[in-house]
């Protein structure tokens, strides 16, 4: 199936991926109609699309069905050129046993999710339960954010500074490093999860209505690579975040030593690797 993804509305684009779905792609697999989860995830889910994007679908299933039929078919589709990608990677029993508050990116993606028809209910039912982060652990990812950022700037990025022969592809993943980092505490803040670097900065403005006033600075670190600069912005956009955390009562007044120093508890990370 091909849609033109150049100018239909989102809306548009669930409805045709829908009809496609319920006609071809249980019309040739009525066994399982009753029991697949479908779920539309991606640049489509976060309305982030354009005219070279697919519109991925996740297909959760119970692991006793067989999907290397289901496999084959999806690889017909891609063959065929259609923009419809199917996603068997995860099935219902694998979900339900190992998702965790450490899978922010998944939870991310099903965060954003629209789904198309969920027949058993099982996976609304694990949704609900990860609704948001509980208390503690949303905690410890923002302080764990804090002081990535805290080390980034007071660590990294001076080292860099006095280091002026060092490679300037190093100095753009350090700076690229803490960009990711700002970023995701707006989004943390705003009760979004983390997503992935390839949609992080648009669905962040589209999603997050209060940027905390660090759009400004995030733009200036995009946009220029002059070390000096760099520093200097990341320390007034690490200052503007902890006033707002702190008055938030989001974070704890602490001096930049005991954000250095800082050992996350529980190991409640963010994992982007």
């Not at 999603?207 to 995009?222: E, S």
Request: net charge negative; glycine share 2%.
């Amino acid at each position: 199936m091909n849609i033109d993804l150049a100018n239909p509305s989102q809306k548009d684009i669930i409805e045709k991926t829908k009809d496609f779905l319920q006609n071809d792609f249980f019309g040739k697999f009525p066994q399982i109609q009753n029991i697949a989860a479908l779920i539309i995830v991606g640049s489509i889910a976060n309305n982030d699309y354009d005219q070279y994007s697919d519109v991925d679908v996740n297909v959760l299933l119970p692991e006793e069905v067989d999907n290397k039929p289901l496999i084959e078919y999806k690889e017909e589709l891609r063959k065929g050129g259609s923009k419809i990608e199917l996603r068997f990677a995860r099935n219902y029993e694998i979900l339900e046993k190992y998702l965790n508050w450490n899978d922010d990116f998944i939870l991310g993606e099903y965060q954003n999710s629209i789904v198309l028809q969920d027949p058993t209910k099982r996976f609304t039912e694990l949704i609900k339960r990860f609704d948001w982060y509980p208390s503690d652990v949303y905690q410890n990812k923002l302080d764990w954010l804090f002081h990535e950022i805290t080390y980034t700037i007071y660590h990294e990025l001076e080292s860099l500074l006095k280091r002026a022969g060092t490679n300037q592809f190093y100095a753009l993943v350090i700076k690229n490093k803490l960009i990711r980092y700002f970023l995701t505490t707006v989004r943390l803040a705003n009760k979004k999860y983390p997503v992935h670097d390839k949609r992080l900065y648009t669905t962040t403005v589209k999603q997050c209505p209060n940027n905390l006033g660090l759009l400004k600075y995030i733009d200036v670190l995009v946009t220029t690579d002059e070390r000096q600069r760099v520093i200097e912005t990341a320390e007034e956009a690490r200052l503007v975040l902890e006033n707002y955390l702190v008055s938030s009562n989001l974070l704890s007044k602490q001096d930049i030593e005991y954000w250095l120093k800082y050992q996350t508890k529980n190991k409640s990370k963010i994992l982007f690797e």
